[in-house]
């Protein structure tokens, strides 16, 4: 049973790794044998040391594409092996800059026809591939330049979460969810008002008789989530009383009522959609700007609330349908 090879895909990374490391203690074998004290992952660093006078372990770190931990550490064993020298930057004494030792540069010229047989043995291992597969393993890097491993699988994760949390409409039997999400938020960062008290007891005279929407976020068959369009004429609406409850939050909830808002917006002949809200709202602002609303600088505050607000603004025109 080979788990690493049945899993496939899912498995990519561990199997590069296994790969490189059965490769990487064979070589690190054939020094020993050939009587040179040296290691195998300690190779790109004495090879670029062996081109350049002297670097800083971060402009190694820049040049292998490594992290400036991996190259430390690298540094640490080949000055313990008496194959680096280290002195202080003459322009920075700050920085460390490393050099290889005249020990070192005498295990490069030792190491370089053992190096031609390592080579030509890959070129071996390589033709037994049906493509050019350092020309694929350049076209992954490049790939992951300019979208890493992160970002790849947490645009499947949220799509994923997105694709089930329900939107639905308004309806009587969920009008005291309307009041309870909201409050929890309002009681966690600020506290209550008159007016919120007048919105959230009446959410159909103050928002859906005067040509608003309310629409609500249901997952795993609980309600955790709300959020109004309160109609102004004129094509302008206002994106009001956003609410997701803590337990949700992180689930892509919010992310999926605001496209569902918005294209409810646009389906209404919305022009303009303006928000008010606070700067203590880091996420919720965040998801605000991201779907494309622009904060308006020097905004008169509105004069229904006590608590500092800012206004935001999206022309609804404008593309809001980024992925993320």
């Not at 040049?63 to 280290?86: C, D, F, V």
């Not at 949220?158 to 409409?169: A, F, Q, T, Y």
């Not at 919305?270 to 998801?287: D, F, G, H, M, V």
């Amino acid at each position: 049973m080979d788990l690493i090879r049945e899993l496939g895909p899912l498995a990519f990374a561990s199997r590069l790794k296994r790969i490189s490391e059965r490769l990487m203690k064979d070589v690190s074998r054939i020094y020993q044998e050939q009587d040179v004290d040296f290691q195998a992952r300690w190779f790109p660093v004495l090879y670029l040391l062996g081109q350049k006078t002297s670097m800083s372990v971060t402009e190694i770190a820049q040049a292998l594409q490594m992290t400036h931990p991996a190259i430390n550490q690298i540094a640490s064993g080949m000055s313990e092996g008496g194959l680096l020298s280290s002195s202080k930057d003459v322009n920075d004494e700050r920085r460390r800059m490393l050099s290889l030792s005249e020990k070192g540069a005498g295990v490069m010229t030792s190491l370089v026809p053992l190096w031609k047989d390592i080579e030509a043995a890959n070129r071996d291992l390589l033709s037994l591939a049906d493509s050019d597969l350092l020309a694929a393993l350049g076209r992954i890097e490049a790939a992951l330049d300019e979208e890493d491993m992160y970002q790849r699988v947490m645009a499947r994760v949220k799509k994923r979460l997105r694709d089930v949390v329900e939107i639905i409409k308004y309806s009587p039997q969920y009008k005291k969810y309307f009041d309870l999400l909201n409050r929890e938020w309002l009681t966690k960062y600020f506290t209550v008002e008159e007016f919120d008290r007048k919105i959230l007891a009446d959410p159909e005279g103050e928002i859906l008789d005067q040509g608003g929407r309310i629409l609500f976020a249901r997952l795993d068959d609980e309600i955790v989530g709300a959020v109004a369009l309160v109609r102004h004429g004129h094509g302008i609406f206002e994106l009001a009383k956003m609410a997701v409850t803590e337990k949700a939050q992180g689930r892509q909830v919010g992310t999926r009522l605001m496209r569902a808002t918005l294209d409810l917006a646009k389906s209404d002949g919305a022009q303009t959609i303006l928000l008010y809200t606070s700067p203590k709202l880091k996420a919720a602002n965040q998801l605000y700007r991201k779907m494309g609303f622009v904060e308006q600088k020097d905004a008169p505050q509105p004069l229904a609330y006590q608590r500092y607000s800012i206004l935001m603004i999206l022309d609804i025109e404008e593309d809001t349908e980024e992925e993320g």
